[in-house]
């Protein structure tokens, strides 16, 4: 098991800092490959599209096949192609070799939290996925810095090649490590394996894949008419995946992961959590930087009170859920984000660090939580032969969710220019507030009793669709 969760956590943070460090590196690059500003943006949307359109499939993938199998290929392919990405000659290859780390990336994400699922009685898993949690904090935290560091010492190149040494190794370690089980679990007995649905796969990936990149675009200068026709086509391919579901055997989202309230719920606590902290966090750091006239350094020591809580916040998680139960302790992180968001929104020209850093704990302690409680919860509910797609689902929320918010906060910004980027004078911060107070319901209807025996997972559906535990 400690094999298991060296595995689930090298690799959520790996990935969590590869997107964080490479911000940092993007002005280099393009000066290096002497490449435009748009083909720059094409190594952040090319891995995001590729990442948010395959995330389900590869969880299952991971039912189907071993979510430790599916790993080690995801950690492999991601270190190939960084990699490759450190000798590329131009942006045309950094940016091919970006989408097939996006497709690595979506291999590894799900199985992180189907390796523990599989691998951790229920009882247990709350403090595995916390650590998980911490360990992505602590990513996103220190990216910035590192990233900074190693392209002023080495250049843009180096960012590329911090990943290659944890991924490989531990892409290694997943193809050699035995198949961890807990001792209690019974034996399942073996039945047919759910199929693939590759049109539902297809119409999913183009659904998300053309969400993502609408919500992009819509976060750019001049891109509303691409961000349109992006979203409208997305909106059609959802309908398209939707009637195919009700009708195909082996629907790619099972029912039963769909019938469960609490899944269902945990996964909208997750969309408007990350869309509220992401929209906060883009608006509040052009804020302090071209208002405040700021650098970098010195803005992202304003949120540091966020980052500092995110790793203790994520480790206390598991005894407050064991005491007071998912709903009360994800209601009570719904409010401090609200919170947070609200007094955000009441910045203006003269706001210290005092403000700023305030909000950004009460932020920082309300994310976190809701993150691990609703990570919690959807890992538990979800029938264990599906825990490979449940989470992809909550991986894919994870990152539907901050394209949702910046493209919120843009499309307020412009509606409201007189009040530019102040907070107190613009409408972007109060309404990522209301989005934020929308995971209060949500949290309600997450189970009410503390889990002290784990919480009971959902059956599997009966008769011939009952899935097989694929143990990873």
Known sequence: MNRTLACSVVGAAVVALDGTVLTVAQP????????????VQWTSTGYLV????LLVLAGRLGDRYGHRRVFAVGALGFAAASTGIALAPGIGAVIALRVLQGVCGALLQPATLGMLRTAFPPE????????RTAAIGLAAATGPVIGGALVSSYGWRAVFLLGVPPTLAIGLLALTTRDDRPAH??????????????????????????????????????GGGTALLACGAALAAGAAFARHERRVVDPLLPPALLRSVPVVAGLAVLLAASAALSGALFVVTYFLQDVQGL??????LRFLPLAVLMVPGALLCPS???????????TTGAALLALGVTLLSRLDETAGAAAVGGASALIGAGFVTLMVTATSVVVHRAPEAHAGV???LQQTVMNVGPALGVATATLLLALVPDGGFVPARGAALPAL??????????????????????????????????????RS
């Open 50 to 53: 590729a990442v948010a359109s």
């Open 390 to 392: 449940a989470g992809g």
């Open 295 to 300: 650098d970098p350094l010195a803005c992202a």
């Open 433 to 470: 507030a209301a989005i934020a107070a929308l995971a209060l319901p949500a949290a309600l209807a997450l189970p009410g009793r503390p889990d002290r025996g784990g919480t009971r997972p959902e059956p599997a559906p009966p008769g011939r669709r009952r899935q097989p535990c694929v």
């Open 185 to 222: 679990a019974p034996e399942r007995p073996k039945s047919r394996p759910a199929g693939l649905d590759p049109l539902g796969a297809l119409l999913l990936a183009a659904a998300l894949g053309l969400l993502v990149h609408g919500l992009d675009q819509a976060s750019r200068p001049g």
């Open 28 to 39: 280099a690059l393009q000066r290096d490959l002497h490449a435009q500003v748009g083909q």
């Open 320 to 330: 407050l859920q064991r005491r007071f139960g998912p709903r009360r302790t994800a």
């Open 124 to 131: 247990r898993l709350a403090t595995p996925i916390a650590v």
